[in-house]
């Protein structure tokens, strides 16, 4: 009982040490990239942390940018609500959108142009000349200061 008391202690220290890295990488974010739509007033920062992956199953490019047309054009300031370590998804195509809250107690809610922002991001960042792409991953932020991960993966795989 006392070894399992010292790790769950120890887990939730390293999981508030993972918060507060998190933080304060989005307190150095850069500003808005404003070139790929209207910025979304209730969310007034980005956290840009792209980092571009290789799962098992390509993804049609195309398809890519038609889910973050459609996320930033269709109803793009509706909040979808991402309760504490769960996730929302949204498909087009061959293209699958993720939205991780990772936090351990925190909610938030993530606005359709947010995602698709992120998308849109990936799109840009991580899909070389082709028709084709693999999974990536961007932060994005909640309307409560929260930074999930927005992952854009293959419809056909699960979200990690």
């Keep these: 009982m006392m070894l399992a008391n010292n790790f769950l202690s120890l887990l939730a220290a390293l999981l508030s040490l993972t918060n507060a890295?998190?933080?304060?990488?989005?307190?150095?974010?850069t500003?808005?990239?404003?070139s790929i739509g209207p910025v979304n007033s209730t969310l007034s920062t980005r956290a840009c942390s792209l980092r571009c992956l290789h799962p098992q199953q390509s993804v049609q490019v195309t398809d890519i940018q038609d889910l973050a047309t459609h996320l930033q054009n269709d109803d793009?300031?509706?909040?979808?609500?991402v309760s504490h370590q769960n996730f929302i998804t949204c498909t087009r195509g061959t293209a699958k959108g993720c939205v991780h809250n990772f936090y351990l107690t925190e909610n938030t809610h993530v606005s359709h142009w947010e995602v698709g922002w992120a998308?849109?991001?990936?799109?840009?960042?991580?899909?070389?000349?082709?028709?084709?792409c693999y999974g990536k991953i961007q932060t994005g932020q909640g309307d409560s200061d929260l930074y999930p991960d927005i992952e854009t993966y293959s419809a056909y795989e699960a979200c990690a």
Excluded: F, M, W
């Design 31 to 34: 500003p808005d990239d404003t």
């Design 119 to 132: 998308v849109q991001s990936v799109k840009d960042g991580c899909c070389s000349s082709g028709s084709t």
């Design 21 to 29: 890295a998190v933080l304060a990488a989005a307190a150095v974010a």
């Design 76 to 81: 793009p300031n509706k909040l979808e609500y």
